[in-house]
């Protein structure tokens, strides 16, 4: 057995759902599952009785339970002492961060970090979606935060999620679409569209929209300055896609965002690491305290 599915399996125990356990863990549902499963295989048993009300333990999990509960315990505390005791040293974290996050989170995260954990300096490194895929690839201890959109996630990599938008149809006031309480996606099939460069998944995600309407999208303009094409907009030169916090109104004066009518269009931040586990515990310290801080 090893400590890692034990410890899993004390976390499922506590909770009447894998989905609310997995989010205390850090992991996906879907690992969270495959690691009891695979306990269970090897004890020869059933852990859990599964249904639609949730989980609960079976007498052999009740056992279990029983027997490690308290070892898990004590031995996370005698890890978090020791990392209490070397985290009180001066410490560089670095990660790579898509552009355009910390415009629609909030900068100001990482100030209220370094000013809680004084011995921590974050270094943020800005690449492109693609370039943050490549770094979090080099080691296990690179992790990165980047747009996530829904049909890529889990696909690569494993993943917090810290936030998903609306995306919103931006327009000029004098544009048709301006004056609809919501657009479908598919009227967009014959529109040209100022667009995020191809090194985005925020393109790739408006591409796969589009894909899902059945027709592909025809880009007018492409950049990877987002104030670029807002401000093409807000000169009546085009239509874009973005998130509400993208757009600054005391500039953009004849700009209007549309609400699509499918709530389902959306965009996705996440942090993406190969392993929660294999990061170091100011890594997932960070992590943890910007998942938390965000609304």
Request: with cysteine; charged share 25%; aromatic share 12%.
């Amino acid at each position: 057995m090893e400590y890692k599915h034990i410890e899993y399996f004390i976390e499922a125990s506590k909770h009447s759902s894998m989905s609310k356990a997995a989010e205390e863990l850090f992991i996906s549902q879907q690992a969270l599952s495959r690691s009891i499963a695979n306990l269970e295989d090897e004890l020869g048993c059933v852990l859990f009785y599964r249904s639609s009300k949730g989980i609960s333990l079976t007498a052999d999990g009740e056992y279990l339970y029983r027997n490690f509960a308290h070892k898990v315990e004590e031995f996370n505390l005698s890890i978090q002492n020791a990392i209490d005791y070397f985290e009180s040293k001066p410490v560089k974290l670095s990660f790579c961060c898509a552009p355009l996050i910390f415009r629609s989170l909030d900068p100001e995260l990482l100030f209220e970090f370094e000013e809680q954990f004084p011995n921590i300096t974050l270094e943020m490194l800005e690449y492109s979606d693609v370039n943050c895929d490549a770094y979090v690839e080099e080691s296990a201890s690179h992790f990165g935060m980047i747009a996530i959109p829904e049909n890529r996630h889990g696909e690569r990599f494993d993943f917090t999620l810290v936030k998903t938008f609306p995306l919103y149809l931006i327009v000029h006031k004098d544009h048709p679409h301006s004056k609809e309480k919501n657009v479908s996606f598919s009227k967009l099939k014959d529109a040209r569209v100022l667009m995020p460069d191809k090194n985005s998944y925020f393109h790739k995600m408006v591409s796969h929209y589009a894909k899902k309407n059945n027709f592909k999208l025809q880009s007018a303009f492409e950049s990877s300055d987002a104030n670029q094409l807002i401000s093409l907009v807000n000169k009546g030169r085009g239509i874009t896609i973005n998130v509400e916090k993208m757009v600054d109104r005391s500039i953009y004066e004849n700009v209007v965002l549309v609400p699509f009518d499918d709530e389902s269009i959306t965009w996705s931040i996440a942090f993406i690491y190969q392993n929660f586990d294999a990061l170091s515990a100011t890594a997932k310290k960070f992590i943890r305290f910007i998942v938390d801080s965000v609304e």
